[in-house]
């Protein structure tokens, strides 16, 4: 079992008692190394968090449970990073400036043991404390910036998704459901739900699923898109099936898929027409 050495209670104590010694010196630091003007608010919430961080360092190097304290420090910096974040800190700046951060912490616990003339071994003891919790810390910063930015691309590729399967309403219970570019079986999937629900919101009686701009179907995507038409004639919805290419209708040919059900279109104005929504 980890014991904690009395020279690593010291410079524990020592962190405590000189934090905002130690603050104010690693803020002009990083103020040094800022190259946009910083606000009084700005500094004064900076010194605030820095103090937090230095005893919070100062608290969990007397932790003997030292993945206790790891998964403590690495919390500790994604909530910092959370902070930045929605302050809209750039992560490259931020990050740039933890070797000083690292450098300056260690300038005073170095003075220190200099002062107690602590053999090197003990120093060593006291650096497998402080450097380990300085790297959770700096990975759970990151790891708040990387989250954010995959939530960021999420809600950009669900605005795409939606963007990419508009269900436009005609006129009273008819709408068009017009595919563009390569659907794969995740979007095939989605367009699936789509039309579903806004055919229902819509409350159409008819969908017309216009392929036109739509180059290649594999196998699989070709089964989704029959399994969204049976789907919506159950529902008592009339699907309606235009601009099929081609390859799109030899694809379903080597499925052996049943069109008889299914009413096909040569084209979108075909179908308009047809269904007396367009003057000729």
């Keep these: 079992m980890l014991t904690v050495s009395e020279d690593v209670i010291i410079i ?38 820095t103090i937090s961080f230095l005893n919070q360092i100062a608290d969990l190097m007397l932790d003997d449970d030292l993945e206790s304290s790891a998964s403590k420090m690495r919390a500790y910096g994604e909530s910092l990073g959370n902070l930045a974040v929605k302050m809209g800190a750039d992560l490259d700046d931020a990050i740039k400036g933890t070797p000083n951060f690292r450098n300056g912490i260690w300038t ?35 790891a708040a910036y990387v989250k954010n930015h ?13 963007l990419s399967v508009p269900v436009v309403p005609l006129s ?6 017009p595919l563009i570019g390569e659907i794969d ?24 699923i216009d392929l ?12 989704h898109i029959f399994k969204v038409i049976e789907t919506l004639q159950l529902l008592g919805i009339e699907a ?14 080597t499925l052996n898929l049943d069109f008889k059900r299914i009413v096909v279109k040569s084209s979108l104005s075909k179908a308009l027409l047809d269904l007396d929504l367009l003057k000729v």
Excluded: C, W
């Design 212 to 223: 036109s701009g739509v180059n290649y179907i594999d196998t699989m995507v070709a089964h």
């Design 240 to 253: 309606i099936l235009t601009g099929i290419r081609p390859e799109i209708a030899m694809t379903a040919t």
């Design 150 to 162: 995959k939530d960021m691309m999420r809600k950009f590729n669900d605005s795409l998704q939606e």
């Design 172 to 177: 009273k219970g008819v709408g068009v459901l």
């Design 185 to 208: 079986t995740h979007r095939a999937n989605y367009i699936m739900e789509v039309a579903l629900n806004r055919s229902k919101e819509l409350q159409l009686s008819a969908l017309i």
């Design 12 to 49: 524990s104590q020592y962190l405590k008692e000189n934090v905002q010694d130690i603050a104010i010196y690693l803020q002009k630091q990083g103020e040094a190394n800022h190259s946009e003007p910083i606000s009084p608010e700005q500094r004064e919430m900076g010194l605030a968090y």
């Design 108 to 142: 005073f616990v170095g003075e220190k043991a200099k002062l107690l003339q602590m053999p090197i071994d003990s120093l060593l003891l006291v650096a497998s404390r402080i450097d380990p919790l300085l790297d959770q810390a700096v990975h759970g910063f990151s």
